[in-house]
């Protein structure tokens, strides 16, 4: 049981990633040891290892920050053995499915909501094609 609000926010972006993955006939599967990734997904690519984060303020104007760290002190760099990198802004309800290699050995990415956005994730915002 989540016992801090981060850990529920972690929680419910990951029961939100297993249903998008449901409506899409994708199967994915928690991991039942600790593991650099939350899921992996089989899905017509293979199978995937997906790693989910998750924000829910604001950083910019249209912009959310998502931490590419891990665990509680979120120092550790994000593994490179992860494919994709689901990231949920909760308060508009939107994913990017970002490759792993895309994000590189940053800390922190910010992912900008406005329509006209030329941001370098842009691209990736609702890009469940990369599961095909």
């Not at 449901?22 to 928690?30: N, T």
């Not at 249209?62 to 490179?80: D, H, I, L, P, Q």
Request: hydrophobic fraction near 35%; glycine fraction near 4%; proline fraction near 8%.
């Amino acid at each position: 049981m989540p016992s801090s609000n981060s850990q529920r926010v972690g929680t419910i972006a990951e029961v939100e990633f297993v249903r998008e993955c449901l409506e899409r006939d994708f199967e994915p599967h928690p991991t039942t040891t600790p593991m650099p990734w939350d899921f992996l997904v089989s899905c017509p690519k293979g199978i995937l290892k997906i790693q989910v984060k998750c924000t829910t303020t604001p950083h910019k104007k249209s912009a959310y920050k998502v931490g590419m760290g891990s665990g509680c002190t979120n120092k550790a760099e994000m593994s490179r053995d992860i494919d994709l990198l689901a990231c949920y802004v909760m308060p508009v309800d939107l994913w990017w499915i970002i490759p792993r290699a895309v994000v590189g050995p940053c800390r922190t990415i910010n992912l900008f909501t406005s329509p006209i956005s030329k941001s370098r994730f842009k691209q990736y915002q609702n890009n469940w094609s990369l599961f095909y």
